[in-house]
């Protein structure tokens, strides 16, 4: 039987990347392909100029096509960061009856079923959209953490659902991109759940670990906790901010900030380096001019500093500090910067690693990983809901069950 051959698109603020794999037998993936290109078009994970916008993916595919020499096929599988993605649990529940319908009664499949429908149906304001609908343990008469309670006794079940939803019409319009390229977009994932489904083990999820994308608009976020989602969401602040603060704070094109901050950025203020001079070529009407590496480190810290706070209160929030054994992983192209994991570390009180891609062929270097985490982790999440008797053609229902109030599982 051939192994599924799948498509992931991520379009960003920065860039624009392609990964075309197949899923091997063992779970594996075989990178065939990888196309990237300048993001042109797009804001804050969002589409500012439609036809900018749908040449740079044009471009990105056919570098992709070049590299795997093949053809992306029908359709694409689109990791959607940004949207202001957002977690919210729901928890469902239903009576146990006995044999004659008085309360009190022997859990069945069919009360666990009805359980988790009735979980599943989840109101949303028509400005939102679902992506994902995650189990959560089960409640018997209010003890929680039950992970199977078929044949329990019972009066009452119940189970959380975790939803993360992001904003509709932000995902309708980089599904309608797709489709002018023209491809099918089989189904949208949340960029930090898939990140997640690219680097991380079995055991951090069940030790407690957050993941955190950084991207060019936008910053995606997902903690885990005794293996399950307990958190998502995705803040509209990244890369692209810190180049502005660059901008104005030093007095600088966009271009002299963003190679500043790629070959001489840090995350952290060393003061070792605070008489340490940088010089910086003339560029695009802007005179060359030299800045103190100090002055630079000041400014890359305080937006960064405030990235990894607005994410550490929304854990705090949630009750969820204390629960991450497996600490803090980094994704993205802003994982490459340095100083940033002693930063985050800094930040959450806990350890820190840029993310390693696990079960996976073909990228040339671990950086490269990191950077398409996103992509990477949408073909795993794309794998698993594909049914071995199902075309991937056909999977363009999920889609549309969104839209009408559906969802899809991890």
Known sequence: MTAPFITALEIGTSTIKVLMAEVREDGGLMVAGLGECESRGVRKGEIVEFEMALDAVRRAMEAAEAAAHKSIGESVYLVASGGRAESLLHIGGIPVLNEYEE?????TREDIDQALE???????????IRLHTLQQNFEVDGRGGIVNPERMLAEELRVGMLLIHGQRAVVENLKKLTENVPVVCTDAAFGGFCSALAVLTPEQKRAGVVVIDLGGGTTDFIVYNAGLVKLAGSIAVGGDHITADICSGLNLNRRQAEALKKESGSALINRLQSDQNISIPA??????????AAALHTIINSRMEEIFKLIAEKIEDDALSGMLTAGVILTGGGSAME???????????APCQVGRVHDCVGLSTKQEGARFAAAIGCVRYAASQIKPEAPIRAAWRTWLSKLWGGGSHE
């Open 103 to 107: 309360p009190g009664g022997e859990i």
């Open 118 to 128: 009735v979980a599943r149906k989840i109101p949303l304001p028509d400005d939102r």
């Open 283 to 292: 560029e695009g009407g802007f005179s060359g001019r030299v800045v103190r």
């Open 339 to 349: 100083g940033i994991t002693d930063l985050a570390q800094q930040v959450f009180n």
